[in-house]
């Protein structure tokens, strides 16, 4: 079997699609996380086929479904944070001979096939359907909800992890060179880090509503907090530390106004849920928690980078997607849970939402009200990637335990948690679901 | 500031040789009258490449915006950290973008707005690269 | 916890050594350690070569010492509470220059584990450098004789 890359019929990308057809006929049910780590020890139980597995077995058993009822497994095949295993480095043979490996010695441990995971996972006997949603678990979880929605399966696991290795974030490879070829060179020759785009994006914001860099205090201090009270998160494992205005403010500068803490940590990490349909959730072990929508967006810059227009066209454009398809508004949502990895990001997504009524340029001022989880404007309750390092799948895990009512101490106490929303990662081309305690 | 070398690949061949000789050129889309950059095997308006050719642009532009880098991925640019990091917009097309360090503007006093007009510099390998420095009024 | 006020002179004694390299005078200086954390430390992450008790020593030589790292500045005095060290500073990587403008001594030394964010950074705001391998075999953590 070869496993598929979803093609465009597993997205909703456009408006005017109505209601999605599988609204309420999809739900969430299990949850899975292996333990985090700052970068991979190279031992073959922590490799990220490892944890990979790990996470799964933890939402299967979540779930209370027995291994051999699983039909399908969507997979995101790419688990780099940046760090890739450096070509002419000696493969790690005992950890290769400590699985079934497929033909690419590399796989389990920079990347992930749904192949090596199934050959190392024996139990999942009867999967029959499987496909790679690229990228992130937001657009993994859009192709899940179509398949299990279409009958390609009926319960389907779906799994993101990523990998981090020694050395510092895309400082090596073609980075570490006297030169480039010619067309990556018309674009990285200049040498912008990663945040780079979004710190410009957020300084034209900046100038065209008055707002500065300090205004984001409030919002990652919030994070911070909800992460440390996430016990899957990277944070809360391994350095609770809070991140208060004046640890935010103190740190360097990445690209300024992109600082050391508007960039997210990369980690080790996997992420699995438990999908299936309405129907058969009803009897698994956890609430089921229902998918009224799934919306996306392949809108990509005229340029070189995405200006301010073209994201607020495009989250606004978002935000019409997922309540058209959901047939919802922005006043059904208990808390607002979009991506964050870079910060300064969010307020876009947020804006987009109009979550609370928010308009383009207001995010920074609703930042400095009550936006904890125990107020009545939840923002971030997941605390994101500022409050559990990147996975780019704790607003997921974390929409699917508040409505399910066993988010711990992050539970959101100051509104009812009813219907939410996540997803990302730009502004600009993002992946979202939309979740829901009851299928109507 | 000393960039990385570039060899130029099929693709970009026709802007890195005119770069050489001092001049800007786009790709541009007879079919949609369109300039596209990056450049790309096919225009992102159409999906056609048999429509795609290269203009000779002004190389006046204005600053449209810039971050200062602190941390930059690239070894050979890390000595000259901080630096500032524009992104110019062309005058015949503002929705086309072309990178900057703005060489000759202090860090982080970088006038947003203002003209600017095409250099080309070289870089590690002799291949000369379209720079931009600000226009005194 | 950071001491409330910074220790005027806090030194030690500098050798000067004759022809032959014994002993012939010492006079007293004051020399600064900045130490990163990560990779620097043993309580860091990764762990790195200098312990605590290092630490404990130049701090009772009377140095002036402080952490500059990427942590937060909370964490990082949360670190030196919880080994309970009082030290003079706590500042984020790009603040070197602060402390030197802050504190007076005769020498100003970064201890740290990266090239660019230890070492460059340590050289541009004049201090001395030193990778955390030769800073546990320097004089400055051997004890007094
Ligand atoms: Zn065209």
Same mark, same amino acid.
């Given at each position: 079997?070869?496993?598929?890359?979803?093609?465009?019929?597993?997205?909703?990308?456009?408006?005017?699609?109505?209601?999605?057809?599988?609204?309420? %006929?999809?739900?969430?049910?299990?949850?899975?996380?292996? &333990?985090?780590?700052?970068?991979?020890?190279?031992?073959?139980?922590?490799?990220?086929?490892?944890?990979?597995?790990?996470? !799964?077995?933890?939402?299967?058993?979540?779930?209370?479904?027995?291994?051999?009822?699983?039909?399908?497994?969507?997979?995101?095949?790419?688990?780099?944070?940046?760090?890739?295993?450096?070509?002419?480095?000696?493969?790690?043979?005992?950890?290769?001979? =400590?699985?079934?490996?497929?033909?690419? &010695?590399?796989?389990?441990?920079? %990347?992930?096939?749904?192949?090596?995971?199934?050959?190392?996972?024996?139990?999942?006997?009867?999967? %029959?359907? *499987?496909?790679?949603?690229?990228?992130?678990?937001?657009?993994?979880?859009?192709?899940?909800?179509?398949?299990?929605?279409?009958?390609?399966?009926?319960?389907? !696991?779906?799994?993101?992890?990523?990998?981090?290795?020694?050395?510092?974030?895309?400082?090596?490879?073609?980075?570490?060179?006297?030169? !480039?070829?010619?067309?990556?060179?018309?674009?990285?020759?200049?040498?912008?880090?990663?945040?780079?785009?979004?710190?410009?994006?957020?300084?034209?914001?900046?100038?065209?509503?008055?707002?500065?860099?300090?205004?984001?205090?409030?919002?990652?201090?919030?994070?911070?907090?909800?992460?440390?009270?996430?016990?899957?998160?990277?944070?809360?494992?391994?350095?609770?530390?809070?991140?208060?205005?004046?640890?935010?403010?103190?740190?360097?500068?990445?690209? %300024?106004?992109?600082?050391?803490?508007?960039?997210?940590?990369?980690?080790?990490?996997?992420?699995?849920?438990?999908?299936?349909?309405?129907?058969?959730?009803?009897?698994?072990?956890?609430?089921?928690?229902?998918?009224?929508?799934?919306?996306?967006?392949?809108?990509?810059?005229?340029?070189?980078?995405?200006?301010?227009?073209?994201?607020?066209?495009? *989250?606004?454009? *978002?935000?019409?997607?997922?309540?058209?398809?959901?047939?919802?508004?922005?006043?059904?949502?208990?808390?607002?849970?979009?991506?964050?990895?870079?910060?300064?990001?969010?307020?876009?997504?947020?804006?987009?939402?109009?979550?609370?009524?928010?308009?383009?340029?207001?995010?920074?001022?609703?930042?400095?009200?009550?936006?904890?989880?125990?107020?009545?404007?939840?923002?971030?309750?997941?605390?994101?990637?500022?409050?559990?390092?990147?996975?780019?799948?704790?607003?997921?895990?974390?929409?699917?335990?508040?409505?399910?009512?066993?988010?711990?101490?992050?539970?959101?106490?100051?509104? *009812?948690?009813?219907?939410?929303?996540?997803?990302?990662?730009?502004?600009?081309?993002?992946?979202?679901?939309?979740?829901?305690? =009851?299928?109507? | 500031?000393?960039?990385?070398?570039?060899?130029?690949?099929?693709? @970009?061949?026709? +802007?890195?040789?005119?770069?050489?000789?001092?001049?800007?050129?786009?790709?541009?889309?007879?079919?949609?009258?369109?300039?596209?950059?990056?450049?790309?095997?096919?225009?992102?308006?159409?999906?056609?490449?048999?429509?795609?050719?290269?203009?000779?642009? @002004?190389?006046?532009?204005?600053?449209?915006?810039?971050?200062?880098?602190?941390?930059?991925?690239?070894?050979?640019?890390?000595?000259?950290?901080?630096?500032?990091?524009?992104?110019?917009?062309?005058?015949?097309?503002?929705?086309?973008?072309? +990178? @900057?360090?703005?060489?000759?503007?202090?860090?982080?006093?970088?006038?947003?707005?203002?003209?600017?007009?095409?250099?080309?510099?070289? @870089?590690?390998?002799?291949?000369?690269?379209?720079?931009?420095?600000?226009?005194?009024? | 916890?950071?001491?409330?006020?910074?220790?005027?002179?806090?030194?030690?004694?500098?050798?000067?050594?004759? /022809?032959?390299?014994?002993?012939?005078?010492?006079?007293?200086?004051?020399?600064?350690?900045?130490?990163?954390?990560?990779?620097?430390?043993?309580?860091?992450?990764?762990?790195?070569?200098?312990?605590?008790?290092?630490?404990?020593?130049?701090?009772?030589?009377?140095?002036?010492?402080?952490?500059?790292?990427?942590?937060?500045?909370?964490?990082?005095?949360?670190?030196?509470?919880?080994?309970?060290?009082?030290?003079?500073?706590?500042?984020?990587?790009?603040?070197?220059?602060?402390?030197?403008?802050?504190?007076?001594?005769?020498? /100003?030394?970064?201890?740290?584990?990266?090239?660019?964010?230890?070492?460059? /950074?340590?050289?541009?705001?004049?201090?001395?450098?030193?990778?955390?391998?030769?800073?546990?075999?320097?004089? /400055?953590?051997?004890?007094?004789?």
């Amino acid at each position: 079997m070869t496993t598929p890359i979803a093609t465009d019929a597993m997205y909703r990308n456009d408006e005017g699609m109505g209601i999605w057809e599988h609204r309420g %006929k999809v739900a969430a049910v299990g949850v899975g996380h292996a &333990p985090t780590a700052r970068r991979w020890d190279g031992r073959p139980e922590t490799c990220v086929g490892a944890i990979s597995i790990q996470a !799964l077995r933890q939402a299967i058993a979540d779930a209370g479904v027995a291994p051999d009822q699983i039909d399908g497994l969507v997979v995101v095949r790419e688990t780099t944070t940046g760090a890739f295993w450096e070509e002419g480095k000696p493969l790690p043979m005992d950890v290769i001979q =400590s699985f079934q490996q497929t033909d690419d &010695p590399l796989d389990g441990i920079a %990347k992930l096939s749904a192949e090596w995971l199934l050959a190392n996972m024996p139990e999942l006997s009867n999967v %029959k359907f *499987t496909m790679y949603g690229p990228g992130c678990m937001s657009n993994a979880l859009n192709v899940t909800a179509q398949a299990v929605g279409d009958g390609l399966a009926h319960t389907c !696991l779906v799994v993101k992890s990523w990998h981090n290795f020694e050395g510092r974030y895309y400082q090596g490879g073609a980075n570490a060179g006297d030169a !480039l070829p010619g067309t990556p060179a018309i674009t990285q020759l200049w040498g912008g880090p990663a945040s780079y785009s979004t710190a410009l994006q957020f300084a034209e914001y900046c100038r065209k509503y008055g707002k500065t860099h300090e205004m984001m205090a409030p919002f990652m201090e919030n994070s911070r907090r909800n992460g440390l009270r996430f016990p899957e998160g990277y944070w809360a494992q391994h350095r609770p530390e809070e991140l208060g205005p004046e640890d935010y403010l103190a740190s360097r500068w990445i690209a %300024k106004p992109a600082n050391l803490f508007d960039n997210d940590i990369p980690i080790m990490m996997s992420g699995a849920y438990l999908f299936s349909t309405a129907e058969r959730a009803a009897d698994m072990k956890q609430k089921p928690v229902y998918i009224l929508n799934h919306a996306s967006s392949n809108t990509r810059p005229r340029s070189l980078l995405p200006t301010l227009d073209e994201v607020e066209d495009d *989250t606004a454009r *978002t935000g019409r997607k997922i309540y058209e398809g959901a047939g919802i508004t922005a006043d059904d949502l208990s808390f607002e849970n979009m991506y964050d990895g870079f910060s300064l990001f969010h307020q876009f997504h947020l804006e987009g939402l109009g979550f609370r009524g928010i308009k383009f340029g207001e995010a920074l001022d609703f930042y400095a009200t009550d936006i904890s989880i125990e107020g009545p404007n939840p923002v971030s309750p997941s605390g994101g990637n500022v409050g559990s390092g990147r996975s780019r799948v704790w607003m997921h895990t974390d929409c699917i335990q508040q409505l399910q009512g066993r988010a711990g101490e992050r539970q959101v106490t100051g509104v *009812t948690p009813e219907v939410a929303v996540s997803g990302g990662p730009m502004p600009l081309g993002g992946n979202f679901t939309v979740w829901s305690a =009851s299928p109507d | 500031m000393a960039k990385q070398g570039v060899v130029p690949d099929s693709l @970009s061949q026709p +802007f890195w040789d005119a770069a050489n000789e001092e001049r800007l050129v786009i790709q541009y889309c007879l079919d949609c009258d369109q300039l596209q950059h990056p450049p790309g095997d096919t225009c992102r308006g159409c999906s056609k490449g048999d429509e795609l050719e290269w203009k000779t642009v @002004s190389g006046r532009g204005t600053i449209y915006n810039y971050g200062v880098v602190h941390d930059c991925p690239v070894r050979l640019l890390q000595q000259d950290q901080p630096f500032n990091l524009a992104v110019i917009m062309l005058e015949e097309d503002p929705g086309i973008q072309m +990178f @900057s360090h703005l060489p000759g503007v202090p860090v982080d006093d970088v006038p947003v707005g203002a003209a600017v007009e095409v250099i080309f510099e070289p @870089s590690a390998n002799g291949q000369l690269v379209p720079e931009w420095r600000v226009v005194a009024d | 916890m950071q001491r409330d006020t910074p220790v005027q002179a806090g030194g030690g004694l500098r050798g000067k050594r004759g /022809y032959d390299g014994a002993l012939v005078q010492e006079e007293y200086v004051t020399v600064l350690i900045s130490f990163d954390i990560d990779g620097t430390l043993e309580v860091g992450d990764p762990p790195g070569p200098l312990t605590m008790d290092m630490v404990r020593l130049v701090r009772d030589k009377g140095f002036l010492i402080g952490s500059c790292s990427d942590r937060t500045l909370s964490g990082q005095r949360g670190i030196w509470a919880t080994h309970e060290i009082e030290v003079d500073f706590v500042v984020s990587k790009h603040m070197l220059p602060d402390v030197k403008a802050k504190f007076e001594a005769d020498t /100003y030394v970064h201890i740290g584990d990266r090239e660019d964010l230890d070492r460059q /950074y340590a050289l541009k705001a004049g201090f001395d450098f030193l990778w955390p391998d030769e800073a546990v075999a320097h004089d /400055y953590f051997q004890p007094a004789p």
